[in-house]
């Protein structure tokens, strides 16, 4: 039987999506500190009433647009278990997180620009942000380890330590992509140009201690 969703249902769904495409802009130009409710509301054509119906402060609004990236970036682009060999699955992983930062630009921006204004900061929001890169960073090194007891990976770094190298590479990404507004071309490239890197090296084990 057929579940017809109600008006209400999808009303609801529509102006919680619009909440946060818009905030995620406004939190990229602006940062936390800078955001406004009012100028939310303003963008999406709600009241300020609106926007609190559904969030209580910007605060709830920016974790749930992270956790909305973490499910993205983690739980929905997982390891290919198929791929022939940890070279593959590597290659793999990577390339559908590059298709994830092409498609969604922005969000992958948030995730950095939230780092980096809440550095080592023991707050809700800190703490959720620095899960995502451990998490990030750990399936990565996961990844590596595996290559490196298959013998297709070389590294004179540990496996962690080159995951914190690779998630740096990502972070750097994103500031340059953005300065260079997002051109598609530029993020194609700096994407091909990160992935060659990490696998040259590690496949030749040229990392200097």
Not at 41 to 48: D, E, L, N, S, Y
């Amino acid at each position: 039987m057929t579940t017809v969703r109600n008006k209400k249902a999808i009303s609801r769904e529509t102006s919680l999506a619009a909440i946060k495409t818009t905030s995620t802009k406004l939190f990229v130009d602006h940062g936390f500190s800078n955001f406004k409710v009012e100028d939310l509301a303003a963008a999406c054509g709600f009241t300020k009433g609106t926007v609190y119906h559904y969030y209580r402060s910007k605060e709830d609004i920016l974790y749930d647009i992270l956790e909305d990236i973490e499910r993205s970036i983690l739980d929905e682009i997982s390891v290919d278990p198929e791929a022939p060999d940890c070279t593959a699955r590597l290659v793999r992983f990577l390339n559908r997180h590059a298709q994830y930062a092409v498609q969604n630009p922005l969000e992958f921006c948030l995730l950095v620009v939230t780092a980096m204004e809440f550095s080592n900061a023991d707050t809700r929001l800190g703490r959720k942000v620095a899960a995502i890169f451990d998490r990030l960073a750990g399936t990565f090194a996961e990844l590596i380890e595996a290559g490196i007891r298959s013998g297709e990976f070389s590294t004179t770094l540990t496996s962690a330590d080159f995951a914190r190298v690779v998630v740096g590479c990502y972070n750097g990404n994103v500031v340059e992509w953005r300065r260079k507004d997002f051109d598609p071309a530029i993020g194609r490239a700096l994407v091909h140009g990160v992935r060659h890197m990490i696998l040259s090296s590690l496949q030749a084990g040229r990392l200097i201690k």
